[in-house]
């Protein structure tokens, strides 16, 4: 069997630039994402994500820079991208007084789809089958959202790229959307979706990139940017001293204060020993447990001067 692969990545963007008048929105960009991942594109606020998604998309002309889906310059072969890839970039518009169904036959009959069973198949990945028939005025926030999902997987797009895709839904909603995203990713698609939701790209994505201020913070394997799974959060007594003893071993290659917590980065097989060091040296330790939330702290680190210039700004 042979596996067709258009260009080594999905996606490839090398320099991307795009300034607003004097004020640069995103900076020489450069990142790829991975045939078959779920790419997280994480930033606070105003970092460029949805500048960039639109430069991807040949919704906003960008100053400098190439994008390359699949192999292909957006600049050159637009339409080859295009009908490669599903994108959710704003609230997708659909007929209120018309069914979920009905929205989405029209949308599959613009793109020359005039396949009823292709909708049917649409409805039932998005979990809407059972309200199919109900207009879509009456959905739930998330009902909306996966109505929006089906009609960017109507052709049977490779790649998805959705700006903020649970953003405005309450935690069941996020969750199904999440699921989806999973499911949809299982069957081979790449997905890049952008999120300023910490422990939602935690859980879904298999790859990242972090930006700040229209510049890349870091990209690569979620395991890499957030050390996974070597990451020890202890809680003990006086933890500065404590501390002090922990970045003395040679089993721990950093440690750092976190509120009244000491985060260190280590093996997680030597939690039993850095334990028994800190017992012998008469601490109490009360937790000593992976982290979950390193995300969260990497992206906090990265993105901080972000946060104090904010603060700044508000005094
Ligand atoms: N059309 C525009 N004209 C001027 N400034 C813009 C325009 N679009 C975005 N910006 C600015 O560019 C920066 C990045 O915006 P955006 O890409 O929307 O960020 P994000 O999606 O990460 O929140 C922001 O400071 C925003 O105000
Ligand atoms: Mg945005």
New binding site residues.
Partial sequence: MTVVVEGEFAVRIEDLT?R??S?T??DSMSFSVPHGSVFGFL????????????MMLGL?PPDGGTVEIFGYDIRRALSQVLTRTGAIVEQPAFYPYLSGRKNLEIVAALRGIADRDAVDSLLDTVGLTERADANFGGYSMGMKQRLGLASVLVGDPRLLIL??PTSGLDPAGQREIQNLIQNLAKTGRTVLL?S?QLNEVQEICSHVAI?DR?KLAVTGPISDVIGEGRALEIGVDRPTEALELLRSRLDVEEARMDGASVVVVSDPEHAAAINRALVEAGFEVHLIRPRADMLEARFLELTSHAREEATDDAV
């Fill in positions: 795009k607003f008048g004020f929105a995103v930033g606070p606020n105003g970092a460029g994500k949805t500048t960039t998604i639109g906003v700006d903020e952008s300023h930006i229209g």
